[in-house]
Every structure is written in structure tokens, then in C-alpha cells.
């Protein structure tokens, strides 16, 4: 049996946990570039072997809903999806743990919605992303904020 | 030298870069100063003024709104760049054009999976210029439709 391990990383005061089968690379010091149209949840896309990544907008992982407009983290923790990579914001990487030397728990504090539960390890508990649920997330979240106010407000033209 | 249907102007809005095809090129104006006509605006189709162009006024189009691109530079300051297409000649206007680049410089790059529901109608292809990526902009999205 393969023992389930974890990539930890922190971004501002708070510390995440990933499924170390979902990461693909750590990057440092990439530059973060613009597109039209970027829905709130993505800040930009950095360029990794020739293709886009989006970024994750870091309000997302830290649960505020304020815009961030200044994107100055140090590394980018590109992960895997079934729609292709994304890369979420990061100040700060750890190490890589197994299950095996912390336990899992209920979520810290408030979390957020894409933090399914925790990885405690050493005393520190490192929140897990679900990063199939913020995929999900993030393709529905478009056709609510496309859609919704066009049924509410009927068709009138 | 490559055929002119083989090169792209590379514009920007705000800190987005873009490329057109100058086969959809008629001219570029530079920057405009006083020659907008602004009582000829039509807000809700993005066109923000008319240009008297060759004794024509033609349709002014600002595509920042619509591609939620925040630009630091005010209309007067914009570029123009006059574009054909079927209901006649059209002004986009943009913060800064730069110069033009051979198809052949241009590395296809797909637009990310999860972009293409907010990208749908705006935009459907970016390429690469030195791991730079540049939005190949598609005026018929923004104005009728491109001669043939």
C-alpha cells in the first residue's frame, strides 16, 4: 500500500496541506501575467513549459472575498485537475509529510470552502484543499454570475 | 520580409498584451486629442464616441469595459487604430501600439480550460512571443464582421 503524503506550504498566516499526488512543481519568482475577463477566483496565469497556468487569486485560499490586486507571493504550487493545471499562491513551502506522522481533523478556524479538513502535524494544523471542489467551483461560479441575473431580470430585450 | 498577411500588430490594454492581424488593419491614427465626437456614444454597445475619419465619422470602440481591463490612460490619450469591417470602418482604440511581429515568431499556446467559460466570445486563441503570452484579438467580436 502507498501511504498518502502531503506537500505543506503557508500563505500569509495561514498554513495548507496538499495531496502530494496532485502537485506537479513548485515554482519561484515567476511572472504573474493578465488576461481579459479573468473570473475573481484567478489573478493571472504564470507560463510554465509553454502553456498558461491560472493562478489562483490568494482571497480565495484565505477566505476573503476582497479583490486582490497586488499579487507579490514568492512561489506558485502548480497542481494537477482533471481540467488542467492551476497554481495556487504561496509565501512560504515546508516539507513533505506522510499520513502517517500527523492525524487528520476538522478544518481550523473558519477555513474557508474548499478546505475539506486538516492535516495536524507537530502541533500545526495545515488545512487540505479540495481542489476538485474549487475547479467545480470556479467553472459553475461563471455560469451563476453569467446566468443568474439574466433569469432574475427576465429577457427583456 | 514576410507578407502582410503574415504579421500582427502587438497592442496593449492596460498590461495586457494583444495581437491583431493587420490584413484587419486600414490605418493607425496615433492618439486622437480633440477629434471625438462624444455626443455619438452608444454605451451599451461599448462604442464610446464617433471619429471623423476621411470625412466619415466612423464608430469609436473601447474594448476595456468589455474585457474588464482597467486602463490608467484616458480616452484622449488612447491610440487609434482604424478597422475594417462589413458595416464599414471602425476605431479601436488602445493604450499603446507597439510593433508588428511575423506569424512566424508566434508560438500557439491554448487558452486554459478553465478560462474558456469567462474568455467565450471575447477571445478563443493567445500565442507566445518570448514566454510572453499575447491575446490574438478578434475584432469580430467586438464589431460586425470581417470582410472576407
Redesign the interface.
Known amino acids: 500500500m502507498i501511504m498518502k503524503r502531503f506537500g505543506l506550504f503557508s500563505l500569509s498566516d495561514k498554513a495548507f496541506a496538499l495531496p502530494l499526488a496532485r502537485l506537479v512543481k513548485i515554482v519561484q519568482g515567476v ?1 504573474l ?7 475573481f477566483e ?1 489573478v493571472g ?1 504564470i ?1 510554465h513549459r ?5 493562478v489562483i487569486n490568494p482571497a480565495v485560499l484565505l477566505d476573503n472575498r476582497d479583490v486582490v490586486r497586488e499579487f507579490s507571493t514568492t512561489y506558485c504550487v502548480i497542481v494537477s ?1 482533471d ?4 497554481a495556487l499562491p504561496a509565501d512560504q513551502v515546508r516539507q513533505i509529510v506522510s499520513e502517517d506522522k500527523g492525524q487528520l481533523g476538522p478544518v481550523e478556524g473558519q477555513g474557508g470552502q474548499y478546505m475539506s479538513e486538516a492535516f495536524v502535524y507537530r502541533g500545526s494544523s495545515f488545512n487540505i484543499i479540495d481542489i476538485d471542489y474549487l ?1 467545480l467551483d ?2 459553475q461560479g ?2 451563476r454570475a ?1 446566468f443568474e441575473p439574466m433569469l432574475r431580470g427576465g429577457i427583456n430585450d | 520580409m514576410a507578407q502582410i498577411e503574415q504579421r500582427s500588430l502587438i497592442f496593449y490594454i492596460g498590461d495586457v498584451g494583444f495581437l491583431l492581424q493587420c490584413l484587419h488593419i486600414v490605418e493607425i491614427v496615433g492618439e486622437a486629442g480633440g477629434t471625438f465626437d462624444f455626443r455619438r456614444s452608444d454605451v451599451r454597445n461599448h462604442i464610446v464616441a464617433a471619429l471623423d475619419f476621411r470625412n466619415t465619422y466612423i464608430p469609436v470602440l473601447d474594448p476595456a469595459s468589455m474585457l474588464k481591463i482597467s486602463s490608467s490612460c484616458s480616452l484622449r490619450e488612447k491610440e487609434i487604430i482604424i478597422l475594417r469591417g462589413s458595416e464599414g470602418n471602425w476605431a479601436l482604440v488602445v493604450d499603446e501600439v507597439d510593433v508588428l511581429t511575423d506569424h512566424e515568431a508566434l508560438l500557439p499556446c491554448a487558452v486554459p480550460d478553465l478560462l474558456k467559460p469567462s474568455s467565450e466570445g471575447c477571445y478563443s486563441s493567445i500565442r507566445l512571443i518570448n514566454n510572453r503570452p499575447y491575446v490574438v484579438f478578434e475584432p469580430e467580436n467586438f464589431y460586425g464582421a470581417i470582410l472576407a
Open positions: 511572472q501575467f493578465r488576461l481579459p475577463r479573468l473570473p484567478c496565469v507560463v509553454d502553456l498558461l497556468v491560472p485537475t481540467v488542467g493545471c492551476l475547479v470556479m467553472l461563471f455560469k453569467t
